[in-house]
């Protein structure tokens, strides 16, 4: 099976900085596009930033130029590094990869898994 474990949220004031990674664990062969949703309270899910295995990325026009996304595709790993935090930028931050092919126990291609969250809450 596969997981993703997200890390690094927490409380920072605005204009403060705060880095998220997500590490998939696994069995992994490849994974396609790795990137990060995020949900604020009363809003739907909405992707932030997502990265291909070949290096390009997609990032919402609401954090262009404030946040980064980056991977390590050798440790089946991505990053979200959030500079300039604004208190409209607190959310579940939601770690998301697609066409994730293990090879054990058996081969198999999961199209999307999802981890577990992680709250980043910035104050004003």
């Known amino acids: 099976q596969v997981q993703l474990v997200e890390s690094g949220g927490g409380l920072v004031q605005a204009g403060g900085s705060l880095r998220v990674s997500c590490a998939a664990s696994g069995s992994i062969l490849s994974i396609n596009t790795m990137g990060w949703y995020r949900q604020a309270p009363g809003k739907q899910r909405e992707l932030v930033a997502n990265i291909t295995n070949g290096g390009s990325t997609n990032v919402a026009d609401s954090v262009k130029g404030r946040f980064t996304i980056s991977r390590d595709n050798a440790k089946n790993a991505v990053y979200l590094q959030m500079n300039n935090l604004k208190p409209e930028d607190t959310a579940v931050y939601y770690c998301?990869?697609?066409?994730?092919?293990?090879?054990?126990?058996?081969?198999?291609?999961?199209?999307?898994?999802w981890g577990q969250g992680t709250l980043v809450s910035v104050s004003s």
């Open positions: 998301n990869a697609d066409w994730v092919l293990i090879g054990s126990p058996t081969a198999h291609l999961f199209p999307e898994v």
